[in-house]
């Protein structure tokens, strides 16, 4: 059965600190994974990374993937109140049709 | 492009009592999503439909049913809910499988 496991689970930090945020995941045939961010309504899509070692960049945001270790990161430098939210991570298996989704990691940044 | 609509936002029911979620994409999507979110258990897959004309099974299937009425449109029918069946519901599309999906507002369900 395919899994993914974010950590961590829940996060404050105070604003301009920097965070890193952890997807690890099991699952056959691997495709790609995807990071989500999760407000107070549906999530939306950050990043998709399929080759390992490549990093995704948006502003602020970052995202790594190491397929040798069967995880990715999520940065977020400089946080702003702005990215309190829930950041989704997703992984897309060759072999199935859909996502499996972690629980999620709450990010909460104070002012 | 107003992407994937939703409706209701938000609803009522009493156990027993059975009702239809709609949702829509403008994007000419061929494949779309119902999800269910709870507490501590991330997003879980429903049904899913990869194309018009057809439909397969989630994770967790029981107790729904599936349209997809059109390409644009795939709804959710909770036949006789459960409290079981309380939860935030999300549709999503993608122009494929396996392809990135992008979601609606949510509908937020209570069942008494």
């Known amino acids: 059965e395919d899994k993914v496991v974010q950590s961590p689970l829940s996060l404050v930090v105070h604003e301009g600190d920097t965070v890193t945020l952890n997807c690890s995941y099991e699952?056959?045939?691997?495709?790609?994974l995807l990071w989500y961010k999760q407000e107070k309504k549906a999530p939306t899509f950050l990043f998709m990374l399929?080759?390992?070692?490549i990093e995704k960049k948006s502003g602020r945001l970052s995202s790594i993937l190491d397929k040798k270790e069967l995880s990715s990161i999520l940065n977020i430098t400089a946080t702003q109140t702005g990215d309190s939210a829930i950041y989704l991570c997703?992984?897309?298996?060759?072999?199935?049709?859909?996502?499996?989704f972690g629980e999620g990691t709450q990010l909460t940044v104070n002012p | 492009n107003a992407g994937v609509t939703q409706t209701p936002k938000f609803q009522v029911l009493k156990t027993g009592q059975s009702m239809t979620l709609q949702c829509a994409q403008d994007?000419?999507?061929?494949?779309m999503y119902w999800y269910r979110q709870d507490p501590g258990m991330g997003l879980r897959l429903i049904y899913y439909s990869a194309s018009e004309g057809t439909t397969d099974k989630g994770e967790v299937p029981n107790g729904y049913n599936v349209s997809r009425l059109n390409k644009r449109e795939f709804s959710l029918r909770l036949e006789s809910a459960a409290p079981s069946q309380t939860s935030v519901y999300f549709c999503?599309?993608?122009?494929?499988?396996?392809?990135?999906?992008?979601f609606g507002p949510g509908t937020r369900l209570l069942v008494l």
């Open positions: 994007m000419n999507h061929n494949s």
């Open positions: 997703a992984v897309d298996p060759t072999s199935g049709s859909r996502l499996t």
């Open positions: 699952v056959t045939n691997f495709r790609s």
């Open positions: 999503a599309s993608s122009r494929g499988l396996q392809e990135t999906q992008y």
């Open positions: 399929t080759s390992s070692g």
